[in-house]
């Protein structure tokens, strides 16, 4: 079964929608089985998207390296000398940002995950443990020119639930970092990702129906 509202998932996982459509959509997923199996399938996308370069996406056009294993052709004679015409300026093609995206999807879909080099300045790491719901999370946070990445690691999650992951400002400001099934190990790290800098970050709360389970700051 499918659903029309799932063509909102990647603005809704983005962060991209205005206030009134994201509490909209929110109200639509809990009675949206299609949705809900959608938006767990591409939760790590926003992470994702941030690992991908744009020159990743460049069309080769060189000629491909000739086969050692040919013979090459006896020469034949030279034709008469022709005008040689200008040459045109050499141009480069890139991919539209949506065919980048599309291609993440795919990564996503097969299982492919990007781990994050961690250097210097450029990541801090937080941990947090909540003693009424037992819940303990670590967050990489990794500074990037766009916001920053996020690499979450939970234990204790409990079983068969939809886990979102909402990052507060010091501004008083939210957004979705991303979404997530709680069936995994508990040593595997789940990606996402913020417009919000490193700095401006307050904190991380880890919700699962409506409830924080964990709040990881600094």
Not at 31 to 46: D, F, K, Q
């Amino acid at each position: 079964m499918s659903c029309a509202r799932t063509v909102a998932l990647g603005a809704y996982l983005l962060g991209s929608l205005d206030p009134a459509e994201r509490s909209s959509f929110e109200r639509h997923l809990p009675g949206c089985a299609a949705c809900r199996r959608e938006m767990v399938r591409l939760a790590p996308l926003p992470g994702l998207l941030g690992q991908m370069r744009l020159s990743d996406l460049e069309l080769p056009f060189e000629d491909p390296a000739p086969d050692p294993d040919l013979r090459p052709l006896p020469p034949e004679p030279e034709p008469e000398p022709e005008p040689v015409p200008e040459p045109a300026p050499t141009r480069r093609r890139r991919w539209p940002v949506l065919v980048g995206a599309a291609a993440l999807a795919v990564l996503v879909a097969l299982g492919v995950a990007f781990v994050p080099r961690l250097v210097g300045d450029d990541a801090v790491t937080w941990h947090a443990a909540d003693a009424s719901s037992g819940v303990v999370a670590s967050a990489d946070l990794v500074r990037k020119s766009w916001g920053t990445e996020l690499w979450v690691s939970t234990e204790n999650m409990p079983k068969g639930a939809r886990c979102k992951l909402i990052v507060h400002d010091r501004d008083g400001r939210t957004e979705i970092g991303g979404w997530w099934g709680t069936d995994h190990a508990d040593d595997e790290r789940i990606p996402g990702s913020t417009s919000f800098p490193v700095e401006r970050i307050e904190r991380l709360d880890i919700v699962v129906d409506m409830t924080v389970l964990v709040s990881v700051r600094p």
